[in-house]
């Protein structure tokens, strides 16, 4: 990490590569699933750029600005004054957190590239943004619950604007600029919050619930970022089945969202679309299971990326060719 002056914008390069010597293509990282455009994350509005206000332990929460800046190196941007040299090294620590960048993915590489039809993935794909916390994580994923994007789109934003810390340089107004709320200003709002300005309807309760839990120190959501060695993928499972509102298709959800890639995320929109990327009607979950089981604990990552491989263009896949 470079120092940067007081007259001299923040920033820090890195290498697009994995622990492995894997390739990171920063815009397929960043338009790895659609809560990468849910504040305090949005992608820019020039072409590979990803916004994210982080929070940052000990220091007020920063907005970045990460890119790519030449080619196989990305670069960090922080948005206001200079940090100082811990603040910068914590803000860097978490945009390595988010982007995943220490995550092996070689071992998925090294099974995809035996797949006709996702061979495609070893350019750099499968790294999937993930949030500071895992407490983001499930709050956002209970806002996907049953309803439209939209309705997902509102909640969030919501929840950011008026319950978020600001960063230097954010707007007076939106949810921009601001960090995702803790447990404790989540568990501080009232009931008339989540029904009136969030307008979670049912999810109001389970996120009031939830944050209450976190805040008084009776659930910590944190232990569940831990290795499998640690906690079993099964544990895990029954761990996240245990809080309230969250179901089979949350759980697989969120354990993709912690790098825990053994179950996929089977809901309204990955059936049919795998159904119509196959040229058939509709697919049973087992014979859809069983189509990616040789990826083994990859295989619920294998599933996501044959589903949103056309997310940026592409060479297509075999069964897109076939058609």
């Given at each position: ?152 789109t509102r909640m969030v934003s919501a929840l950011v604007e008026h319950l978020g810390e600001k960063a230097p ?131 619920g990552l294998a599933f996501w990326l044959y589903l949103t491989q056309s997310w940026i263009e592409e060479d ?8």
């Amino acid at each position: 990490m470079r120092e940067a002056s007081v007259r001299e914008a923040w920033s820090v390069e890195f290498p697009l590569a994995g622990p492995g010597g894997e390739p990171v293509n920063l815009e397929r990282t960043f338009r790895s699933h659609g809560l990468a455009s849910l504040p305090p994350m949005r992608l820019g509005e020039k072409a590979g750029v990803l916004e994210v206000t982080l929070p940052v332990y000990g220091f007020r929460p920063r907005t970045v600005l990460v890119s790519e800046s030449r080619p196989e190196h990305g670069i960090v941007n922080a948005v206001g004054p200079p940090p100082e040299r811990e603040e910068g090294e914590r803000l860097f620590a978490a945009v390595r957190r988010v982007l995943r960048l220490d995550e092996d993915l070689s071992g998925f590489y090294s099974l995809a590239a035996g797949d006709p039809d996702l061979s495609w993935v070893t350019r750099g794909a499968g790294r999937m943004v993930r949030s500071p916390t895992v407490f983001e994580e499930v709050v956002k994923t209970l806002c996907t619950t049953n309803c439209a994007w939209s309705a997902t789109t509102r909640m969030v934003s919501a929840l950011v604007e008026h319950l978020g810390e600001k960063a230097p340089g954010a707007p007076p107004t939106g949810p921009w600029g601001r960090a995702f709320p803790t447990p404790e200003a989540m568990a501080g709002a009232g009931e008339e919050f989540y029904r009136d300005l969030v307008r979670a309807g049912y999810r109001g309760r389970y996120l009031l619930a939830l944050s209450s839990s976190v805040d008084s120190g009776e659930l910590d959501l944190e232990s569940l970022d831990e290795p499998p060695e640690k906690l079993p993928d099964d544990e895990l499972e029954r761990r996240l089945l245990a809080l309230p509102g969250v179901g089979p298709y949350a759980t697989a959800h969120v354990m993709m969202m912690l790098g825990r890639y053994s179950r996929l995320v089977l809901d309204s929109w990955t059936r049919p679309t795998y159904a119509r990327l196959v040229g058939r009607d509709t697919v049973p979950d087992l014979e859809i299971e069983e189509r990616f089981s040789g990826f083994g604990p990859y295989r619920g990552l294998a599933f996501w990326l044959y589903l949103t491989q056309s997310w940026i263009e592409e060479d297509p896949p075999a069964a897109l060719r076939a058609l």
